[in-house]
């Protein structure tokens, strides 16, 4: 009884383990994937700069930024 008892243990503790590592590593991934999100939208801004009209260009940049962190939900 005792060792079975331990063995449950065991493997409730093993799958707590895993299920820790598993949601930390979905935090990581979301995170690399928003860093990206933001970094396009820098490169997508200095683009506007040379664009013939900047505000619609940023406010596009804007639109991209949110889909992209959509996607990376």
Same mark, same amino acid.
């Given at each position: 009884?005792?060792?079975?008892?331990? &063995?449950? !243990?065991?493997? =409730? $503790? $093993? $799958? &707590?383990? &895993?299920?820790? !590592? +598993? *949601? *930390? =590593?979905?935090?990581? /991934? $979301?995170? /690399?994937?928003?860093? +990206?999100?933001? /970094?396009?939208? @820098?490169?997508?801004? *200095? &683009?506007? %700069?040379?664009?013939?009209?900047?505000?619609?260009? @940023?406010?596009?940049? /804007?639109?991209?930024?949110?889909?992209? !962190?959509?996607?990376? %939900?």
């Amino acid at each position: 009884m005792r060792r079975s008892l331990i &063995v449950s !243990l065991l493997a =409730a $503790a $093993a $799958a &707590v383990g &895993v299920w820790s !590592l +598993a *949601t *930390t =590593a979905q935090d990581i /991934d $979301a995170s /690399d994937c928003e860093n +990206a999100c933001y /970094d396009q939208k @820098e490169e997508c801004i *200095t &683009v506007c %700069g040379e664009h013939a009209n900047p505000v619609e260009c @940023e406010e596009s940049c /804007d639109d991209r930024l949110e889909d992209c !962190l959509r996607r990376c %939900g």
